[in-house]
DNA sequence: AATGAATGAGTCTTCATTCAT
DNA sequence: CATGAATGAAGACTCATTCAT
């Protein structure tokens, strides 16, 4: 099946990425990663590399998004939705394997001089806050406030997730909710 | 003069590492930008890439820690430091170029899955975060409330840098120090 | 097509390696001899030189074994089979050029400190002194004496023509047969 | 001293063209094994390598002499001579590493065409067989019977050592002298 | 006499992509 | 749709040699 092949890919692609970053993964990785034959990704993916890595991005987009899903739709506090975040990306980090990064930064920040790649990464970051943003209006935020803190959450997120890959411990994620919930 | 093909190198190094990562830069590249010719590299580092890596890495760093001073040094409070830090890094990122990103990462974490790399970054963060510390306990913190500032600053400061790039606008930089000084 | 694209860049390699020996000859002396595009050979020799070196020695080795057939198939004694093999090589010898040596010393012994290779080169020499041991027997030797004048045959044919190619004269190689079937 | 910087860099230029070939040993590793600095080689060898392998295999020969002295002289009789001469090279053989080969055909004649390599090489066989021409009118052979059993010693000595070299096993080079002193 | 930095052509190999089937 | 062969530019790295000190 088509779909089929054009996902094992993606996701494979979005794995491999996301550990060593795009130009640390050579098509031929992917490829052999995914069992998929050479000539086959071009019928997937026209514009070869490029194109995969777009859909990859896109790929743990929609994965981040359910993160956030299953994180804050159980909670009854704002505070209560960003810890739970927190400790499930720390648990991700430690079933993926230290090596890990932001998926969306090593792909399409990391790797390539490429105006459209910094154009979907501003879009997919976004995405992440609106989406992090109207759990938190739901929850009872003012629209600015929310606003506010579905950024910093992210910021934090992200800027965490480095310490922890360089640390190799994800117990640094694990911290970061409290000092977000009471401030500095 | 020795000295100086080889800080030139690195120095270069660093440059191009940190706008495309380890694995988008060629030795070619880092040759031609710096005018010094390929046999010379292997004199200076004899691992070749993966040395002048380190190196560069090594050079972002004391650069980094000057900054750090630079900010503390002049500074009454740690809020006045700490924001004076984001301004300036907000100032690099202007100069630099908007697709750079945090050396060190680009450098260390992207690309290549070598332990060296990770221990040095390691070390590198752990300075960054050691030299914060060391500033606010001279501005009157205490030593624990001084030592989980300067990580949260790292960590802000690193997911700052991201948002940042992907926004190609480092207005996101000069408005974290508000968040962080206030909590959320 | 592809056999023929594979097959040539194999005897190429033989050729050459024999002259000057696994270290002596580029990749790219072979590609530009055999016509072949710089990007092609990895298809077929997935693991690069070496590969294409044992696929070479074979390729030597099944001439070799052609030779011997040819020197042994029409004779009527043993005595008359090993001196057409000298002179047919003599023959060679003077045909492909002074310079050349044994194709499987050249290429496996001589260069890279390869464990396969080693175990190569003897699977082949046994063969050879296999096939002449088999020629023997089928005219009229024992066993015993078959595989020791096989052994000696493929000595003295190695040792000659190593005084052939140092004397660049392949009459050493035509004097040895009489030595051989009088002793010393 | 002067000689003994010289003698150091032909006598382990001669053992690892021996192991790997002319062009199988950089310059580097010779350095790295003989702990000569870099510069130095150009003082004592002004054409460089070419110059180096042409010492090294006049040294290599200069042992190979000896050797020969030292078994015809003590015997009684041209077999007692050559068998002892097989018995002492298979000793060596299995002391200096079973990769190695003849010192003066991995030096000379594997690795670069280079006329003067041959033609070196050439003299060198001949000086060895003279050698043993002496020893053997000298124990009561007729010259042209010597020169003729001199040169088959030379052959299958040379051939015995490359079987030797593919097995891994000095016994083909012990088995050798009787084959020789029976005949076929 | 001795040295280590400098050099650029050379090494083998992998790259992303196109093409004919 | 699917495929494996073909491609040559680029990858990192080593080479033997020269030169200024």
């Given amino acids: 099946m088509n779909g089929s092949t054009k ?7 979005a794995k491999l990425f996301q550990e060593r970053g ?3 993964v050579g098509l ?13 990704l071009y019928h ?3 514009q070869g590399k490029s194109d995969l890595a777009l859909a990859a991005a896109q790929f743990a987009s929609r994965e981040m998004l359910r993160i956030i899903d299953d994180a804050f739709l159980p909670a009854k506090t704002y505070k209560d939705g960003m810890t739970t975040l927190f400790f499930k990306c720390a648990k991700l ?7 890990n990064g932001c998926p969306v930064s090593g792909i399409l920040l990391n790797g390539a001089y490429n105006p459209m790649f910094r154009e979907t990464s501003e879009h997919i ?10 759990h938190a209006t739901r929850l009872g935020l003012s629209e600015n406030d929310a606003k ?5 959450l992210f910021v934090v ?14 117990d640094e994620l694990r911290r970061l909710p409290k000092l977000l919930s009471e401030g500095l």
């Fill in 157 to 170: 997120l992200q800027g965490g997730w480095d310490l922890a890959r360089a640390r190799q411990n994800s």
């Fill in 22 to 24: 795009y130009d640390g």
């Fill in 28 to 40: 031929s990785d992917i490829l052999k990663s995914a069992r998929v034959p050479k000539g086959s």
């Fill in 93 to 99: 980090f430690d079933l993926m394997g230290k090596w």
């Fill in 148 to 152: 506010e803190r579905a950024t910093h």
């Fill in 125 to 134: 970051f976004d995405s992440w806050i609106e989406r992090v943003t109207a």
């Fill in 7 to 13: 996902d094992k890919l993606a996701w494979t692609a």
């Fill in 44 to 46: 997937h993916f026209r």
